[in-house]
């Protein structure tokens, strides 16, 4: 997957979500409460696509996906980095020099660097693109499923048990748990491991150069 794909489905997966989960109250308003004509009904269906194309450009602007996400994203590069700079450190260097390297984006630097330069690494970066924009959407529904339920929860309380609602609610409920709990962990892992296969062909490939890089970061 090139960057540019996944920018783009990085704003439609999560506006996506957000209708599809919208459409039971949808349903309940349109159709049971307020009985609207068919004729506003199609109009309103009709800008579905542009709705989540403008909801998801908003999540991503708030950064709401960091909600979910930020701990298991520098859990991901935190793997990197140590990695990097205990292959590539050839001098003795204190334990605070190695922090401040590892807290700042150098290493990060380097790592994208080698990938940018080996047509090979870049190959197998399109392999960590796929499996990012499933842990970027895993998170989206984990957060809207979350949101969601309580949504549902609430319109229950203020218009009274619906069986729509209700059914609505639990399946929603039900969907955000199992990507936030087991499909969600299982991207996070599936990362490292692709950033460990990358690491270990620049350690193959390119191991002269990497430690030249991290030594330089120290000077």
């Known amino acids: 997957m090139e960057l540019s794909t996944l920018k783009k489905l990085r704003k439609i997966v999560p506006g996506t979500v957000f209708l599809f989960f919208s459409v039971p109250i949808y349903q309940f308003f349109v159709d049971d409460l307020f009985q609207v004509d068919d004729s506003l009904k199609f109009s309103l269906e009709g800008y579905g696509s542009v709705l989540a194309v403008i909801i998801g450009s908003l999540f991503g602007t708030l950064k709401i996906r960091r909600l979910r996400n930020e701990a298991t994203h520098r859990e991901i590069n935190e793997n990197i980095k140590s990695r990097l700079l205990e292959e590539g450190l050839t001098e003795e260097r204190s334990e605070e020099e190695k922090n401040e390297i590892k807290n700042s984006r150098k290493l990060m ?8 330069n ?5 190959e197998k970066s399109k392999l960590v693109r796929d499996n990012g924009l499933i842990w970027t959407s895993t998170a989206d529904v984990a957060i809207l499923g979350c949101f969601f339920s309580w949504l549902y929860f609430i319109l229950i309380l203020i218009f009274g048990l619906d069986g729509l609602l209700a059914s609505a609610g639990l399946m929603i409920g039900s969907i955000g748990l199992i990507s936030g709990a087991i499909l969600h962990p299982r991207t996070v892992k599936e990362h ?10 620049i350690l193959t490939n390119h191991k002269e150069e990497l430690k030249r890089r991290v030594t330089e970061l120290f000077n």
């Open 192 to 201: 490292i491991s692709l950033g460990n296969e990358q690491i270990e062909f």
């Open 118 to 122: 080996d047509e090979s690494l870049k």
């Open 109 to 116: 630097h380097v790592f994208y660097h080698l990938i940018d």
